[in-house]
C-alpha cells in the first residue's frame, strides 16, 4: 500500500498516510477513488500475487517479477518497478523525476491495459532493460540524493530518504 499511496505524492508526506491507512484500513482519508480501487484488488488477489511474486524473485525472472506488479489494479511501469526494487532488490523506479534527469523518452512508461500480450511484453523489456542499463542501486541511491537536494530542510541527505522507506514500511512513521 505503501507504493500506492506514493503515487503522485512527495515522499515526505508518505509516513503520514502510512499511519492513516494502518489506524483505518480501507476508511483511511488517504485511500479513495483509485487507490480504494487498487486496495480492494489486493485484498482479493494478495495471496496469487505473492506466489508470483516469490516464485519470479526464486527464478530471478524479472519479466515475471514487472508481470507479477503489473497485474496489480492501478500500477503502472515506474509503480510496479518500485515494487520490485523494494521487495527483491531488483528492476527500479524510473519516475518522472528520473524521466527528466536521464532524459528517457516519457513513452517508456506508457502501458495500455489493452494492448496486445506481445506488445504488453515488448514494453516491459524495454522498461526492465533501461532500469538495467542504469543498475537497480544506482537508481534507488541517485534518486534518494535526489530528494534530500531537493529538499535539505527535511532531508538530512539521500541515506536519511533511503532510511525512511523502511520506516514507512515497518512503522508508517
Known amino acids: 500500500m505503501m507504493v500506492v499511496l506514493s503515487i503522485q505524492q512527495p515522499w515526505h508526506s508518505i509516513g503520514t498516510q ?16 483509485n487507490k480504494l480501487k487498487t486496495l480492494n484488488w489486493l485484498l482479493l488477489n494478495r495471496d496469487t500475487l505473492y506466489r508470483e511474486v516469490m516464485d519470479a524473485i526464486m527464478s530471478k525472472d524479472d519479466l515475471a517479477l514487472m508481470d507479477a506488479f503489473l497485474k496489480v489494479d492501478g500500477l503502472g511501469l515506474a509503480k510496479a518497478g518500485f515494487c520490485c526494487q523494494l521487495v527483491a532488490g531488483r528492476v527500479g523506479c524510473i519516475d518522472v523525476h528520473n524521466l527528466r534527469r536521464l532524459n528517457i523518452a516519457p513513452s517508456v512508461l506508457n502501458l495500455s491495459k489493452k494492448v496486445k500480450p506481445e506488445t504488453r511484453k515488448k514494453k516491459i523489456e524495454a522498461y526492465v532493460q533501461a532500469c538495467k542499463k542504469r543498475r537497480t542501486s544506482w537508481l534507488w541511491d541517485s534518486w534518494c540524493n535526489l530528494i534530500a537536494k531537493k529538499d535539505p530542510k527535511r532531508w538530512v541527505d539521500g541515506d536519511h530518504v533511503s532510511m525512511v522507506h523502511y520506516d514507512y514500511l515497518v512503522e508508517g512513521q
Do not use: A, Q
Open 18 to 33: 502510512m499511519r492513516d491507512y494502518r489506524e483505518f484500513g480501507r476508511f483511511s482519508k488517504y485511500v479513495w477513488g
